[in-house]
């Protein structure tokens, strides 16, 4: 059993793994430089890393190699960064803060911003066809087919066009879940998955339970985000604090109200943790994500 606490543990993770990303990304001295230095600008330094943790800590229930994690788990997070990069330019969310500093195109320009969201996620895919995080090449296709799911018209970018749709607009409970299952839920249950997929063959009911985490851990961070974008500060959340409500847009709090938000949080809590229940001290990092997820304050 390792001896870290969490805090311990997923710092050793973030420091080790920001050093992945810098190698993995393409040198700000290389042509065209202006895109690189853009790329490293809005993938380094910043963020919590949640997905990347979901990913190492799923691939420890499947005794993956950490080696082979780590290019799974970057996939991911440059998905992630690049649709942060996307929603905070003008024609979505227009937003000038992010991960404490200037937003890609504030500090680049918009096309850069535009091309930067566009590089990572082409790089996202390349790394896991070309860096095999798992030697059989069926479950790599799977992988690939995943994080494409995940990402794209019936995952995030499907979401995010609900999002948008949804300004001004009074959406129910089951519209909104919708909404954000895609929009926030789908990459991060895919952290799960991928990171699963890195070790050996789990099998359809592990599978399953671990998916079950994801998809529970997944909608648990959208109402937290919605919570935090009402109670935080703009210091803390390094984000433009009460966004939401600014925008008009629908959210678990102006929904629900902002105790009912938060016991929908932490019975999605325990739902996640229902679902590790067959699972022993190797889904320890889970379960503390999960606690996390849910109790973090920024
Ligand atoms: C542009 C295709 C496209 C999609 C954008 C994820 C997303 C979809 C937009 C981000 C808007 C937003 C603030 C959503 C709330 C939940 C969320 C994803 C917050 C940011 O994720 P964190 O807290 O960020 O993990 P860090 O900076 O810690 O990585």
């Known amino acids: 059993m390792s001896a870290l606490t969490f805090k311990e543990w997923s710092t050793a993770h973030q420091h080790r793994f ?101 590089a990572l996620q082409s790089l996202a895919f390349h790394l896991l066809t070309e860096r095999s995080p798992n030697q059989d090449a069926s479950r790599q296709l799977q992988m690939v087919k995943l994080l494409a799911a995940a990402s794209g018209s019936r995952g995030m970018a499907g979401g995010q066009a609900i999002d948008l749709d949804s300004v001004g607009k009074q959406l129910s409970l089951p519209e909104l879940e919708s909404m954000h299952i895609h ?31 994801g998809k529970c851990v997944g909608l648990a961070f959208q109402v937290v985000d919605d919570v935090l974008d009402s109670e935080a500060d703009t210091a803390t959340l390094g984000k433009t604090a009460g966004k939401d409500a600014d925008n008009d847009k629908p959210t678990y709090v102006t929904l629900l109200g902002v105790q009912a938000a938060k016991k929908m949080a932490s019975d999605l809590h325990g739902e996640a943790l229902d679902s590790l229940q067959e699972f022993g001290e190797e889904a320890r990092r889970l379960r503390e994500l999960a606690d996390f997820i849910v109790l973090r304050k920024f």
């Open 18 to 118: 920001e050093e992945v990303l810098r190698n993995l990304l393409p040198p700000s001295d290389i042509a065209p430089v202006r895109l690189h230095a853009a790329m490293r600008y809005s993938v380094l330094d910043g963020g919590k890393r949640v997905r990347p943790l979901l990913a190492f800590a799923a691939g420890e229930v499947c005794g993956a190699e950490l080696k082979l994690v780590n290019f799974a788990a970057a996939a991911v997070e440059l998905i992630h960064a690049y649709s942060l990069v996307h929603d905070d330019m003008p024609c979505m969310d227009d937003d000038v803060l992010r991960r404490g500093k200037p937003t890609c195109h504030v500090q680049f320009d918009e096309a850069t911003a535009l091309l930067v969201g566009d």
């Open 183 to 213: 929009k926030t839920g789908a990459l991060i249950r895919a952290a799960v998955l991928l990171g699963a997929h890195c070790g050996e063959e789990p099998g359809q009911e592990k599978l399953k339970h671990l998916d079950h985490f």
